[in-house]
Nanobody
Framework: VQLQASGGGLVQAGDSLRLSCAAS????MGWFRQAPGKEREFVAA????????YYATSNQGRFTISRDDAKNTVYLQMNNLQPEDTAVYYC????????????????????WGQGTLVTVSS
């Protein structure tokens, strides 16, 4: 499994960004983030079928995960970004999760992208 994340950058509070993750195939996918000095945390996930999504409580209403299976690409639309959203964002793939099941935990993912840095200034 190959994953290539992109779309990070430096933005101001209240701005939006869209992250992309191009995969080498179709998988259940997730986004995680890791801020300096903190553990990696769950952000959002989408099922293999695309019919199921799940968000961390802190992101609900601001972030939207979607997928374009024709392009094997998953997106994370992030709106109203805040300084506390500053982190390296990682996309991840679960090769053993199928159907409408949404993988919400680190251990459910077996492949990781290289990460893309999102910096939100106040």
């Amino acid at each position: 499994v190959q994953l290539q994340a992109s779309g990070g950058g430096l933005v101001q509070a209240g701005d939006s960004l869209r992250l992309s993750c191009a995969a080498s195939g179709r998988y259940a996918m997730g986004w995680f983030r890791q801020a300096p000095g903190k553990e990696r945390e769950f952000v959002a996930a989408i099922s293999w079928s695309g019919g199921g999504t799940y968000y961390a409580t802190s992101n609900q209403g601001r972030f939207t995960i979607s997928r374009d299976d024709a392009k094997n690409t998953v997106y994370l639309q992030m709106n109203n970004l805040q300084p506390e959203d500053t982190a390296v964002y990682y996309c991840a793939a679960s090769s053993f999760t199928r159907g409408v099941v949404v993988a919400r935990n680190l251990y459910e993912y077996d492949s990781w992208g290289q990460g893309t840095l999102v910096t939100v200034s106040s």
